[in-house]
């Protein structure tokens, strides 16, 4: 059995050796926001944080994430019914088509914005060009992340 | 089988028990107990199978179509509740289940096979509908552009439109007053003169009283409050929670997992597999030969999908092993010569006399062109959940045919079709792949063998190499022009007749023409990819105009321009995008400007492309304009995001979407030797649509199929160099930079 802490709740688990953080997360812990896309870090829709760092959960061995803080799409709003401003900024765009992206689309997004909460659109570009949108909603993810920026600063000098 | 009508699309009944039914299907005695399921709660009224309003005056549309991030739900919604001047904050929709009562073609038999006259409005769109449900019979399909085209259009509105009519009726009857001095607004029916007013639910009962009006009228564009306007989505804020639940997401209890690897060469079967080592490892359940796959069920995908990497299969050798790409494309060339060369035209579409003409022409223009087949590379990897228990099947996926999965399903277990249920889930893009049943089938053939749900996930490899493909083609064209460069001729031989029909026409005039085609066998697996055809022809036909208008030393834009003067809807959107893009510019060194247009699906689309050719070679789409004439945008934010779509995913295949065929089998696996467009390489998109007050036009794929030809032929304008063969990554662009630099 593996202890893992996923959105600051505690999970027993059962992960074999090499057995990638994804399936754990989706198949036993039932979370299943985080998305299967590609199996090998090339599509980014199973992005998670550990501790706070921005991970494909494809290729992140599940026994490597005991004894850190795993965040999931579930547990980023600050609480229950209520959203994040990413999240809140991406309802504003309308942002998602189909949506399966965008789970790891918006896990990318709110570690940017915490490292730089005022990103340019280059900077954009290189924090977000490894989660990929086949219905090619990139225009209005750049939009959706500007508008969060700018919300986060206004909220930080309120 | 019941007997539909157009008494029973418009008409209505009182069904045993009282309740009140308008529209499809449903006659007195004759009630479905499917349809009977989708009532809540004891006291809803069913207005009809499209609309039914509860006591708390909440109306619920009824959708029949899967929701593949299209908005569909909200703009049905939307089209039904402006007819009916319901109160949008109360209005709520619920995906149709797949039952035959909500195919498209028990609609169309009311309205064509009824005889009946229909509103002006639609007029225009009774053919395709007509085509199109005589195709997806027993289908309740969401492709080819249609949900709001047609089924919006024709049930929708109507029903929307019919429901409103009788309330006001019933309210004109309880309060004898004149219809006319009603008042209809947010779900309340007003008479401001004896200053009465009430709710649809409380006038409802009424309602079911009134004699049902043969043909509602339907608004008329300034009388829209809902329709042109862009609320939110229904469907969004589930998908920024990770709450959504996607076919890949659904969770059924004591379910195991599965997975997949059929044989890599198409059509070859299983010849031998070793599983001493595997069925004894950890957590698997079976392993299966499938006859032309094998499958593992275990425990966790995991389990199943390592066991899978390392058991021993043997395939068995068919002719096509030693098959390559290029040998498929001199196949297609071979038959494309000894058609020629027999007289063996499969005659597109013939006008005048072509040869003559070309002996006659001052400029000649000719070349070929090829295209590759591609992969659709749907987000969500294809999977199905199956579960068959008790003589029955319960499927769990997301699918833009459920009524196809049923009948599959039905088929497949010599089950009766009423013993399988399709729980629909939302996709992860669709594109044409998700109509197929191929997934389906596999799965219900797993869970056949075991007596616990299944859920069956395609890896990202498998979903590249057995995917139905875009067709690869090579396509002959030769214009002949005259002393003044107007165009005299035009021949152009292709490859494949898939559909639309009329995806080959060109929309210029051109006196003599003949377009044909050749239709050489392929083991490479067929299948709609965006837009179909007119993938395919938008970026032949855009790209041989241009060379046209190069050959005749003419303006891009004002060669279109002249050769569709007589389409007043071409030329309003090439004048908006000729606007809009600043055509004519200058533009820095090594940019290029690409113009395209094309019509599809009901909508005409033109757009510009920017691009840069860097000193690498490499290409850089910097901006797009897009003009586009829908007839009307329901939901222009919805409709703009669809364009967006169109275009990101044309380009994704344009820059460097290939799939190649090695020894038999696809020899690309995944994201990194299938790329797809990135945010870092997306371009700027800027959408402007015209409200031509046409019949509706589709949204989902006519951006697609010129945005190749747009950027090639910026290419052209940057660099001298027509880019011929996709995609644009083959050509080496370098040496045109060092010349012009
Ligand atoms: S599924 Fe992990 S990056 Fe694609
Ligand atoms: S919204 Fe569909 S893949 Fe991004």
Redesign the pocket.
Known sequence: MTSLTINGKEYKVDAPEGIPLLWVIREQCGLTGTKFGCGIAQCGACTVHLDGQPVRSCVTPAISAEGKNITTIEGIAPEKNTLHIVQEAWIEEQT???????SG?IMSAVALLNENPSPSDEEIDAAMSGNI???G?YGRIKSAIHRASAALQSSSTL | MKKWTRRAFIGAGVLAGGTLVIGIAIRPGNRSSKVAGLIASEGETVMNVWLKIAPDNTVTAIIPHAEM?QGVHTALAMMLADEMDADWSKVKFQEAPADKEYANFTLLKGFVAGNATFPKFIEGTIDGVFLTAVKSLNFQITGGSASVRFTGQQAMRIAGAAAKSILMQAASDTWKVPIEELIAKNSIISHPRSNRSATFAELAPAAAKVNIPTQPKLKSPEEFTLMGTSQPRFDIPAKVTGEAQFGMDVQVPGMKYATIKASPVFGSKVKSMDTTVSSSQQGVKKILNLGDAVAVIADSFWQAKTTLDVLPIEFETTENSGLNQEEIIDRYRNAMDSDLAEGNLDTHFKDGDATTAFEEAAILVEAEYQLPFLAHAT?EPMNCTAWLHDGKCEIWCGSQNPLGVRAAAAEILEIDIDQVTVHNQLL??GFGRRSETDVIKQAILIAKEVDFPVKLIWSREEDTQHDVYREATISRMKAGLDQSGLPIAYAHQFIFKHHPPEAADIPYSIPNQLIHYSSPASHVPWGNWRSVDHSTQGFLTESFIDEMAHAAKQDSFAFRKKLTRDNSRFQRVLDLVYEKSNWGAPLPANWGRGIAIAQSFGSIVAEVAEVEVGIDGKVKVHRVVCAVDPGFAIHPNGFIAQMESGIIYGLAAAMTGEITIENGAVAQSNFHNYPVTRMNEAPKIETHIINSGNPPGGGGEPSTPVIAPAVTNAIFDATGIRIRQLPISKTDLRASIRQTT
């Open positions: 998602p088509q189909c949506g399966y992206c965008q689309q949108c086949r219905c909603m | 991030g987000m992860g893009g």
